[in-house]
């Protein structure tokens, strides 16, 4: 069971955070994000959702920190919106006319702690050396104290279908209260961009503890 220490200011922030990322309901799992799903949705389901995007690219590589773990020949359509559904960016990678990768870059980044309210996944942190590190909104962050840690950092989350990768800043007002603080059993900073990538696109790479 996760027990999480939030403060009052931290905790209304995310939940306002929360109706802005996923368009005012709590996402169902990793798979879908305002109506479009993982491996089902069609570019004509996004521009139906969504309008027309801003760009619209074939032949693009995924750039993520789990890029060894994928298939690393593939190549997709990419739409690129601006602005839309409460975000600042979102990119919406196709394969094969299917949807294989969302890509969301906050407008409003919420508490990295609150994560797991979200998306309910097995959690792993990944450090500068690419390990990982188990769930560390239960067990905390063993070695990183105050000043240690990271400005920016991964937090990965793995689900039966799909992966979510969150990118975590760690500055400003959030470094300050955290090294006030000093707690370590929480994961501090706020997520800044998210990724939910279909589990069809993994390669040979996936570490074991992972599952298949």
């Given amino acids: ?18 109706f802005v990322v996923i368009g005012g309901e709590r996402p169902d799992s990793a798979d879908t994000w305002n109506g479009l799903m993982l491996d089902e949705s069609t570019v ?8 027309r995007p801003q760009k619209d690219k074939e032949d693009q590589k995924l750039t993520t920190t789990i890029s060894n773990w994928l298939d690393r020949e593939a190549r997709f359509r990419k739409l690129e919106y601006k602005k839309v559904a409460g975000v600042d960016h979102a990119n919406f990678y196709f394969l094969d006319d299917h949807l294989k990768v969302i890509e969301i870059d ?3 980044p919420f508490v990295a702690a609150e994560l797991p309210l979200y998306y309910d ?3 792993f942190f990944k450090d500068d050396s690419g390990i990982l590190r188990p769930d560390p909104f239960d ?3 063993e070695g990183y104290r105050r000043g240690e840690f990271p400005s920016t950092f991964h937090v990965i989350g793995v689900g039966d279908s799909s992966f979510l990768v969150a990118f975590i800043a760690h500055q400003g007002v959030s470094r300050m209260l955290y090294e006030q603080t ?3 059993s ?5 997520v800044q961009v998210i990724q939910l990538i279909s589990r069809l696109l993994q390669g040979s790479d996936v570490p074991d503890r992972l599952g298949r």
């Fill in 121 to 123: 996944l097995r959690y």
């Fill in 1 to 18: 069971m996760r027990v999480f220490r939030r403060g009052s200011i931290f905790l209304l922030t995310s939940v306002l955070a929360s």
């Fill in 182 to 184: 000093g707690v370590r």
């Fill in 106 to 108: 906050l407008k409003h």
């Fill in 139 to 141: 067990s905390g962050l």
């Fill in 186 to 190: 929480d994961v501090p900073g706020s």
């Fill in 44 to 51: 004509e389901d996004a521009v139906a959702a969504l309008g």
